[in-house]
């Protein structure tokens, strides 16, 4: 079992930065992809970032790419989700999750554990 806690949310105004983090306990991530979704108000988790297990690769969703960079240090068991020039349109509640693939993925449906989430306000 995996237990995985974000933080770093927060209010910033557009075209500021906010590092998030995703501390795990109960197993060692180093053998997990990780990952990051966010969920707006009124729409579906949709994914923004992954990293495989040895951070040798990373996919990004179209609308975060040159914007936001995920990385991980397994020796401190964390993900972390660095994001610039952040936009409005970015707010939402971000999630991060762990796969027991080792190969990055992007669907929700391929990751094991979830966290319970960190609210991200950005304001115009």
């Known amino acids: 079992q995996v237990q995985l806690v974000e933080s770093g949310g927060g209010l910033v105004q557009a075209g500021g930065s906010l590092r998030l983090s995703c501390a795990a306990s109960g197993r060692t991530l180093r053998t997990y992809s990780m990952g990051w979704f966010r969920q707006a108000p009124g729409k579906e988790r949709e994914f923004v970032a992954a990293?495989?297990?040895?951070?040798?690769?990373?996919a990004y969703a179209d609308s975060v790419k040159g914007r936001f960079t995920i990385f991980r240090d397994n020796a401190k068991n964390t993900a972390y989700l660095q994001m610039n020039s952040l936009k409005p349109e970015d707010t939402a509640v971000y999630y991060c999750a762990a796969s027991s693939t080792i190969v990055v993925v992007t669907s929700k449906h391929e990751y094991d554990y979830w966290g319970q989430g960190t609210q991200v306000t950005v304001s115009s």
């Open positions: 990293i495989s297990w040895s951070g040798s690769s990373t």
